[in-house]
């Protein structure tokens, strides 16, 4: 407990947490579990190009998702560069710039221009009225994130895609186990990608998937992740090496078998936050909207300064110091990384003010109650002192962006 500003971390106090608290702790399944599947690998010494486990895999994602065509891949960048190439896009993709930037170096890398659209300041999703207005004649995609484990507005999209005759393409990275009503994600445009990176709520180490209801592209991903090769030796297609492992297959289902269990730990955490902080003037925790199912893997804070008194980033560096490592994903926004920024960008208001705002707690099953509640003390205490730990660190002054080149009007 901390009694005056001295107290804290940054300024030589104690740290709260002895061990840090990351966002993204991975959620680990029954150890046992992994352990048995990995004997059985190297009792078959079977270890990859299309064997069991990842077919089973596979069986199960189809299933959870109910999308026809399910394909286990290394990770979901190379997923999203995959069904970008079996979709034969050219020229110009929509995308979001709040997103993680491998949705933008996805596409870069095979050749296409992301094309950055703001978001909607209440959802942080691209919207079809605002990727409406990044359409061009050069345009052949649009690519939506289903950002915080929360679906976009697939409905609007979907009609935006088919009245401009472009391919749908959903960045599901954070949307696994997710539904719209009932309707699962992974059904939804032309292809869905889905990331088991370690920090996500599922994790396979590494990994990732693609569903997709579209039987010839799906044929045309199965040859294009393992070099094209359609039998020893027939390539049929162009291809790379995005396979997935066994033994990344086998933590993968572990894990599926408490995914329950890590989503109710997440919905849990999130109602321990949201409680705690109800009355933290301008620290405000986005709720999942929209009826269907969430994975509640992202606690998402925004600060307002003009109420906290106290900037996000001074937040953010005492919680840091006390061994919480809160951060500001997606901060300052993809069209504001390299190799973008050194090109002409719009300037995206509703992507800047949400970047600035952000803050991402821990969550997951590394975190208990009692650490939670530590976490908003801490939260509380901070904004309650807020001038006063502004002066001490001399701060005050707004995060640093990079600048943008602008369009020249
Ligand atoms: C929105 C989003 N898209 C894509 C990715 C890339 O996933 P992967 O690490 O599996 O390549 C991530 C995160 O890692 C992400 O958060």
Redesign the pocket.
Known sequence: MKRSVEDLAIFGGTRTFAEDKHVGRPNLGDRAAFHKKIDEIFDRVWLTNDGPVVRELEARIANITGARHALAVC??????ELVAHGLELSGEVVLPAW??V??AH?MRWVGLTPVFSDVERSTHHLSAELAARRITPRTTAILA?H?WGEPCDVDALTALAKKHRLKLIF?A??AFGVGVGQRPIGTFGDAE?F???G??FVNSF???AITTNDDELARRLRLMRNFGFAGFDLVLHLGTNAKMHEASAAMALVNMDAMGVFMTANRVNLETYQQALADVPGVRLRRPSGNGQRNFQYVVAEVDEALTGVSRDDILAVLQAEGVIARR??YPGAHRMEPYVSEEQPSLPMTEEIAAQVLILPTGTAMSPVDICLVTDLIRFVVAHGPAIAAARGSGAAAHMPPLRLPRS
């Open positions: 990770n979901a960048t190379v997923g999203l997103t993680f491998a949705t996805a994130t950002l960045d990275a954070h990608v990331s088991f990176h920090t996500k590494e990994g990732g994903y997606f």
